[in-house]
């Protein structure tokens, strides 16, 4: 395995395309997070390298077995009413933590 550099954010790249005639999705990746999320899934590595800490900064390879999806993110929009009921229900849950670690 080779060792290179992580890529400076302006030049991280993620693709993810796919062969109608194999019925395959091929991953490539040099953004650290896509690879953290996407290497459980790679079958075939074709190509991976670690930076200097031994991560891995470069993955290449095919999908097993995905249903690659890809959307929109939601944001969730929340009334002053919604968020203050929310604010109390994470209060509450700290509260107990609080209490069960004590």
């Known amino acids: 395995m080779e060792i290179r550099e992580t890529a400076p954010k302006e030049e991280r790249e993620t693709i993810i395309s796919y062969d109608a005639m194999t ?3 091929h991953f490539y990746s040099n953004e650290p997070k896509h690879i953290r999320k996407w290497s ?3 079958q075939h590595v074709d190509q ?3 930076n200097q800490y031994g991560n891995v900064s470069v993955l290449e390879g095919d999908l097993d077995s995905v249903n690659v999806t ?3 993110k ?3 929009k929340l009334t002053d009413e919604q968020r203050e009921q929310a604010r ?3 209060l509450k849950l700290q509260q107990q ?3 069960k670690d004590n």
């Open 70 to 72: 890809i959307s929109k």
């Open 48 to 50: 991976q390298a670690q």
């Open 88 to 90: 109390k229900r994470m």
């Open 23 to 25: 019925e395959t999705w």
């Open 40 to 42: 459980k899934f790679i």
């Open 74 to 76: 939601r944001r969730l």
């Open 97 to 99: 933590r609080k209490e």
